[in-house]
Structure formats: C-alpha cells, structure tokens
C-alpha cells in the first residue's frame, strides 16, 4: 500500500497561534461545492496571488475541478466551524520522479494565523514518503505573505528571480530545523488558548447557586472571596440575583465580554451553554459537570458532541468532570474551583487528572506553606491536555517547578519531546497511577513479555524526558518543597550534621542506597569542627554534634560543612533535648547557611512531636523540614538525579549512516500484504543486513537433506533450529540443537527434529543451518511496539532465562548514543560486561551501536511491532545475533503532528 493511499481519509486537529483550533484534512471528491464557495469567498487580490492573474467565475470553477481531481496531485483542506466551511486549501501536483509543484490559498481572515505553514509541513511529508524530493513553488513578487510562509517554516528555502514572478525551492525532508520551527508554533498556540482560562478578561459562572455549599454556590463565592480582578457575572435563569449579585438568565445577556465560562449545570445542558457561550465570543470552557465519557456509552457520546461545538467554534475546553482552576498571580486573583482551602501564593503549577484528589492535594499543599502560581484540574482531558499545560507553563515567568497526577497519557510521545524541553528549564515532579497495568498487548516474544510485564514504559519515558517519577504524592510533594526553595544539587555529596547518632546513619545509610556519597569530610573541615565541638564527637560525617549540643554548635557546623568545597547539600537533623529549643536551631541553622560562599541545598529534618519551626517557613532562604531522615535522603536524590540528567548535553537522536530504509520499507510492505504475522528467517535477516545489524552466518533450506549439505558447505560445527509457523520458542518444542558436526549428523538430526515437532501438532517447513557462534556473554536485545507509546526498544541479560532474571532496560525509541549508553549501565549485569573475576571485556560500543541500530529500525518501520534478537552474543571485539525473530502488521505510520 502506498504511502499516498494511507494518507487517504487523513484528519486531525491543529491550533493556530492565536489558539483557535482547526480541523486539518485530506481533500474529497465531495468538497467540490465547498472549495468552490472558498474561493469565491477569497478577495480578488487573494485570487490573484492565487491564480497569477483576475478570473472569471465559470473559470474559477475549471480550476478548482482540475486542481481537486488531478490523479497526480495530493490536495487537504483546513475546516472550520458548524458546519465545518473550507478556510484553507493546499495541494502539491507530482512534475517528475522526484519533485512536484507546491500551493496554498488560505481565507482572508485566517491569514498570517499559521494554517498556510501547517499545511506545507503536512504535505511536505506525506511527498517526502512519496518520494518527492523538492517542492517547488511560484508566487508573485509582492505576496510577501506567502514568501513568509516558506521562510518561517524552517525548510531550507532558496528563491530565485524569473520574469514577473520568483521562483521558491526547498527539499522536502523534515529537518530538526523546521521540527523545532513547527513545535515553537504549537508551544506559542497553547499559550495563546491558555491566557483565556488564566488572564481573561471577565469570567460567567453558568450554574451559579444563591446557596453556599452547592459547587456552583462556591466556586461563584470563591471568585469573589479571592478578588479576581475582572468582573464575576452569575448566570442563573430561575434568579434575579445570586449572593448580592445580579444574574444574567443567558451567557448572551451578560452586556460585557466574557473570555471564561464556568459551567456548573446538569450535563444534558452543557452542549446548549456551550452554543449559548460561541455566540458570545467566550474563548475558554471550564465544565466542572460529570454525565461525560466516564458515565458511560451515553456520556462519552455526550462528550464527543460537546468537544464538536468546541472545535466548530474556536473554544477550547477545560473538563469536563474537573473541579476548575487557579491562578495566584496578584494581577488577576483567580480561584474558579469550589476547593474550600486554597494554597499560598507561590512558584509551582499543579495539573491533577482527579478532581477530588485535587481537593485534598490542595490542603495538604498549604499545610506545607508550598505556594502555588497555577492549579488545574483537568478532568476527562478532552480538549486541554497536559501536553497543553507544559508548553504554557514552560515559558510562565510565575512557575518554576511542574507537578503532575496523571492516569493516563493522550499522546505519550509528543508528551516525551515537549517534557524534555520543559525539563532543560523548570524540574517536572510526576505521579502516574496505574503501575499495575496488563501491559502494552498480548505478546509473544520474550522482549514483549518484558515490556509489557510493568509500567517500565513510562519509566523509560520519564527517564528519557528528565521527568522525576515519585512513587506518590507524598513523596512528589517531598521533592517539590526542595526543588521550590532550593538550588539543584551540583553533585550528589552529602553532608550530614546531627545531636544523634542513630538517625545520623539512618540518614546516610539511605542517601547510599539512593546512590548518594556520604564522604569523609576534608581535614580543613575537621580541625574547624574539632575547634568548637566536645572531644567525643565525631567530626568525619555525619557529624554528630552530641545531644547537649547548643544552636551556636548547629550554626558554626552548618557553616563549616557547607562551605567545605567537596559537599554538593546539607542535610541537618534536629532531635529535641531537654535545654536546646527548635526555634533556636532553625535560626542557628539560618545564619550557618548565610556563612556558606555559594548557595548549595540545604534539607532539615525537626524529628519533634511539635513538628516545624515556623522561621524555617517564613525565612527568605526558605529551608525545607522533613520529619523522617529517610523521606529527606529520598527527596535529595531524585533532585541529585535530576541535576545529573540536565547537565548532560542534549543528544539527537542517532542515524547509523549505512541504513537501507526503503530496501527494509519495500520488504515490509510486501509482507504486510500477505497479512500480519512472523517474518520468515530469509525476510528477518534481510530486515537486518538494511540497517547493519550483524546476523551469524546462516541459510534457509527446506529437507533434512539440504540440511545436511549446507552444514557441509559451512565447515565446523553447526546449529540446526525448525522453522514451523505458530512456533515461538523453538527450544520448548525440541526445535534447537547446537554442535552438530558433518553431514550425516546434521540430515539425522534433522528427521529426528521433524518426528519432534510434528507430534507437538506443528507442521515443519524447513530449517535454519547457522555456523556455530563460540561462546560470549549472551544478551536481548528487542522492540516491542504500542499504539499510543510506539515502538520501545529492551536490553537485558539474554538466553532462555531472560524472563526469569528479568533484568532489563527500555527507552522509546528512537535512541541517542547517550541513551544506549545508559540502558546498558542500568542493568545489574553491566558489569559483566566490563569485565567480571578475570573475564575479558566486552565491546561495549559494539552492543551501543546494535542498540542504535535497532531503535532507528523501529522508528522508520512502524509495521515492525515485535523484534526479538536473542541471545545477542557479545564478544571483546563485536557482537553477533544467533536468534531473530520480526512480527509485522499493517501499522500506518504516524504523520508528523503525530509525533510532535
């Protein structure tokens, strides 16, 4: 099937950059009236930009008949509106084997709003898999418009000068240029439709109660107790007034504008508001109402028609099912939940997926005294994603760290290219439920078992992305409190100064199972402990102050372990005794970190009945206070780990220069027409010669007789593995022997194997004869595939005990060199690798590159949905494949929005 045909009934969702949202299509035969009336809705200077020339109608209909049913042209359509009307039509016509014309023509009122650039970056790959090498285009001199379009879209355009016109070329293949281009424009439309719900201008509460305690009673009285800075408007038809307050009977009544709605009625009326809410120009929907897709067949059919007037009618949607929003700022004041506590003002935006669980992580966040620059709750995730709320939060000059509740995820891997992004920037702190789960399918293979046997998926995806996993919301808020108040740690030294011995070593027995260091201090750091502290206390770490020990102890020690050149934090523990009080402490500890000549992390722990000295909280220097050493050992590694990770450079992923795509495309395709399955041994080792990765050297015969004859060929000894369709694992049935020697024994062994195998009720077709690998350390390496994730790339300790040891990594592919790297040292047998009681060691490189290879594989062959190479043989020098297996299917391949 050509990529042109699966492009074929191709749809999706765009936001422009003023953030209204558009539906992106394949052109059909049906559109005929519709793309007439938009071009005869254009100007006539847009018809003559168009068209090069003033036209007459009967000929406006020529060409757009010609244009729309051109066999050798690929033609999409922008829609916009109920019921949808054309706002945009782009098309690129084939002129020869490896280039094709390019135009555009876009509404008077949608231009210079982004649709001309989304359209070419659509259609530039869907021709680049074409095979379309270079699009072409003419436009008049003084379209500057549409001279800026190909400009801005990060192609590498040249113009060149022609009699009356100027001629425009760029390739057509999708650079990291013109990616990066076209996610700033997204980053920019999310923003744009995010003010609305956070900085509008006025807000409608639809549904608001004259009674308190009813949740459209409270989130109207809570918009007002917290001063939004805009007008409040009730909608309310059955009253006059609501809390002193006039009513509006409509949205459409209310005199001034309203960019929020707050919708609070029953769900059977949302749709009706939200119609009522188009014709009042309201940019941004907050339904707090349930009844949607969580009720049920019914709801979720509610939902859809819901999310329909949305996209017809430009709004964007927060909910439904969700408990509203927040925004601390001081220049707006905006509480539109019916939360009865609301945190502090502060430097953290907080997306929860649950709604109630945001109603009890808001009073546990002021409990903490952790501010808050942004809350949302965002419910059935309709329109408004996660995915949104990064890229807004991102550029937030009032957030500077990211917390997150998810359930589930809407598009993983765009998540995974924006969050490593945000990650550079601002720490993202996440909890995903859901670590139970069955898995990504049912698989077969052993690298599928491995990867859908956890939610090691979203660890592979957090990992890659910078995004610190907490195992719950305790433990992320843990982590928040630091990162909020305290520079990222440098390294991951710790220092540790108590009054008692014991939760001293709790503390750093856990920070060294965290992977931190809890080094000897400097003999220059000892002898200023030794100076002012008790001859029987230990100055070497932890430094144990000794339980009589004054707040002057605590404030000289903390000065003089923090400013000890080779400690990256500080963790201070205080045990009360009789005489020395907390409150001295926290100030001691305040002025000793004041003393320090470089801000490093500083964590307390207040081991106390009576819990945190309230200085600790309203100090400028804001020093977190666990109440156990281990919670604090744990919050200052994951922000060790985070460092780490956002000190590496930033890595692309990875092309192995002497890759064959279209060789291992044209391979699949024809095999997907057969249907989905297995690839034979012949088709699996064909896949893997196109992209480098090194197979022993083998043949495919179809007797026990040509088997005997090739072992002959081969010299040595020989492996013998069945080929028999619906058998996965061949050493379960007997269909593997190793070390067969001369023909004879191989032709034997081979009828041997027939019997074998036939009486286990599969039908043999033939046999792999494969030269005799020597020994190596045994690894598997694999892909397995799922349709929201895509294809996730294992490495573990290979042989017929991979499931048992299950010691494995996953990454998304594709890779970086530097991820390949890291999958391998995450491994627990990495060290076998290196070298183990006298063995060589291996080639590390080779197994990183073979890593490489296989992620690359999985990117550009997306019908590629299990790949098992086991065992990988890893020699000092290379490495080797024994063992490949390939499962296929009519996948088709993700467009580039996908991606994003």
């Known amino acids: 099937m050509s990529d042109r045909a699966t492009f074929l009934g191709w749809e999706t969702e765009v936001v422009l950059r003023d953030g209204t949202a558009v539906r992106l299509r394949t052109a059909r035969p049906q559109d005929e009236d519709a793309l007439i009336a938009f071009y005869r809705g254009l100007s006539e200077q847009s018809l003559v930009y168009r068209f090069f020339t003033r036209i007459s109608d009967a000929a406006l209909v020529e060409q757009v008949r010609r244009l729309l049913y051109n066999p050798r042209a690929v033609n999409l359509v922008a829609t916009f509106g109920d019921p949808p009307r054309v706002v945009a039509h782009g098309l690129y016509a084939v002129a020869d084997s490896d280039r094709a014309e390019v135009a555009f023509a876009v509404a008077d009122e949608f231009q210079g709003r982004g649709v001309g650039t989304l359209l070419l970056g659509q259609l530039a790959e869907v021709a680049a898999r074409q095979g379309i090498r270079v699009f072409e285009a003419s436009v008049l001199p003084d379209n500057h418009r549409m001279l800026e379009v190909f400009r801005e879209s990060g192609f590498p355009v040249e113009v060149h000068a022609e009699p009356g016109e100027l001629r425009v070329t760029f390739p057509t293949e999708l650079t990291e240029e013109a990616l990066r281009r076209f996610e700033r424009r997204e980053q920019l439309a999310a923003q744009a439709a995010l003010r609305f719900f956070f900085q509008p201008r006025g807000v409608a509460v639809v549904g608001a109660s004259r009674r308190r305690g009813t949740i459209g009673g409270e989130i109207f009285r809570n918009l007002l107790q917290y001063g939004f800075e805009g007008p409040v408007y009730p909608v309310n038809p059955q009253s006059g007034v609501v809390q002193s307050v006039v009513s509006y009977p409509t949205v459409e009544a209310i005199p001034g504008p309203v960019d929020l709605a707050v919708v609070v009625v029953p769900a059977e009326q949302v749709v009706d508001v939200a119609w009522q809410c188009a014709r009042k120009g309201v940019r941004a929907l907050v339904v707090i109402s349930a009844g949607f897709a969580e009720a049920g067949e019914e709801g979720r059919a509610r939902q859809e028609e819901l999310l329909r007037v949305c996209r017809a009618t430009g709004m964007r949607l ?16 905006l509480n539109a939940t019916f939360a009865p506590v609301l945190p502090p003002p502060g430097r953290v935006g907080f997306l929860s997926q649950s709604g ?27 329109d408004v994603s996660g995915n949104d709320l990064l890229n807004y939060w991102d550029e937030d000059p009032n957030t500077d760290v990211i917390l997150l509740y998810l359930e589930s995820f809407g598009n993983p891997r765009k998540f995974s290219r924006i969050a490593r992004r945000v990650s550079r920037r601002k720490p993202i702190v996440a909890v995903k439920s859901g670590r139970t789960g069955s898995g990504l399918r049912a698989t077969a293979s052993h690298t599928g078992a491995l990867v859908a046997a956890s939610d090691a998926t979203v660890d592979a995806l957090f990992r890659q992305a910078g995004v610190i996993r907490t195992d719950s919301l305790e433990e992320m808020f843990d982590v928040a409190v630091l990162l909020a108040h305290q520079p990222v740690p440098e390294g991951p030294r710790v220092a540790i100064v108590t009054n008692a011995g014991g939760p ?9 199972a965290e992977g931190l260091v809890v080094p000897v201090l400097s003999p220059a750091t000892q002898e200023k402990l030794k100076a002012f502290l008790p001859p029987h206390a230990a100055v070497s770490n932890p430094v144990d102050l000794i339980a009589s020990a004054p707040a002057e102890h605590y404030r000289e020690a903390v000065a003089a372990v923090g400013s000890d050149p080779a400690v990256d934090a500080v963790v201070v523990i205080f045990v009360p005794p009789l005489v020395t009080q907390a409150e001295d402490v926290a100030q001691a500890i305040l002025e000793g970190v004041a003393r320090w000549p470089e801000r490093k992390p500083v964590l307390t722990v207040f081991m106390s009945a009576r819990g945190v000295p309230e200085l600790l909280r309203r100090s400028d220097l804001r020093i977190p206070s666990y109440a156990f050493p281990e919670s604090a050992a744990r919050a200052l590694a994951h922000a060790v780990r985070y460092g780490q990770w956002r000190r590496r450079p930033e890595a692309a992923p990875a092309r192995p220069p002497d890759v064959q795509r279209d060789e291992a495309l044209a391979l699949v395709a024809t095999a997907v027409e057969r249907g989905a399955g297995w690839l034979g041994p012949a088709e699996a080792a064909t896949l893997l010669r196109c992209y480098g990765i090194p197979l022993v050297r083998q043949r495919l015969v179809l007797t026990p007789e040509e088997a005997g004859e090739v072992a002959e060929q081969l010299g040595g000894p020989v492996a013998l593995k069945v080929v028999a369709p619906g058998v996965v694992h061949k050493t379960e049935v007997g269909g593997v022997l ?7 024994e191989v032709e034997r062994a081979a009828r041997e194997m027939v019997a074998r195998v036939s009486s286990a009720g599969h039908h043999v077709e033939g046999f792999v004869v494969q030269e005799m690998a020597p020994p190596g350390l045994e690894l598997i390496v694999g892909v397995a595939s799922d349709r929201h994730f895509g294809p996730v790339v294992a490495c573990g300790a290979g042989g017929v005990l991979v499931e048992l040891l299950r010691d494995v990594s996953l990454r998304l592919a594709p890779l970086s060199r530097s991820d390949a790297s890291e999958m391998l040292r995450e491994l627990r047998t990495f060290p076998l690798l290196q070298g183990y009681r006298g063995s060589p060691p291996c080639d590390v490189h080779a197994v990183e590159d073979l890593l490489v290879r296989v992620g690359a594989l999985a990117e550009d062959v997306p019908q590629v949905v299990e790949l098992d190479l086991n065992p990988v043989r890893v020699y000092p020098q290379g490495v ?3 063992d490949a297996r390939v499962r296929v299917e009519p996948v088709r391949p993700p467009t580039w929005t996908a991606r994003r």
């Open 738 to 744: 190793l070390d067969l020697r001369g023909q004879d």
């Open 318 to 333: 927060i909910g439904p099912n969700c408990m509203g929003v927040v925004n601390t700022d001081p220049t707006v004041r």
């Open 880 to 882: 080797r494949v024994l």
């Open 504 to 512: 001293g070593i709790l503390c750093a027995d856990a920070c060294e």
């Open 356 to 382: 109630a669980l945001g109603l009890a992580v808001m009073e546990y966040a002021n409990q903490l005294g952790l501010g808050l620059s942004t809350f949302v709750s965002v419910g059935n995730k309709a």
